[in-house]
């Protein structure tokens, strides 16, 4: 899975404006599939690229890193 770094997500390097729009994004970690809803994705209109914000691939990063600890919370 490749995602471009979200450090600039209000402006594609084609020169296009990244439409934001909320999406599902569903992924599989480890062979349990994991859905997120309301999703904040941008999407450049001219070339079609597409990226997350930062906050999103930590919402995800904390999904696998939970997915990957064998019970580590209360
Ligand atoms: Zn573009």
């Known amino acids: 899975m490749a995602i ?3 450090s600039r997500y209000d ?3 084609c020169t296009g404006h990244y439409e934001r729009r909320a999406v599902e ?3 599989t970690v480890e062979g ?3 859905l ?3 999703v904040e994705q941008s999407r450049c209109p001219l070339c079609g690229s597409r990226v997350y914000r930062a906050v999103v691939l930590e919402a995800i990063e904390d999904v696998m890193r ?3 600890l ?3 919370h209360a």
């Open 4 to 6: 471009p770094p979200a």
């Open 36 to 38: 997120l809803e309301g």
């Open 25 to 27: 994004v569903r992924m």
């Open 11 to 13: 402006r594609c390097p």
């Open 66 to 68: 939970a997915r990957g």
């Open 70 to 72: 064998p019970e580590a």
């Open 32 to 34: 349990t599939p994991v």
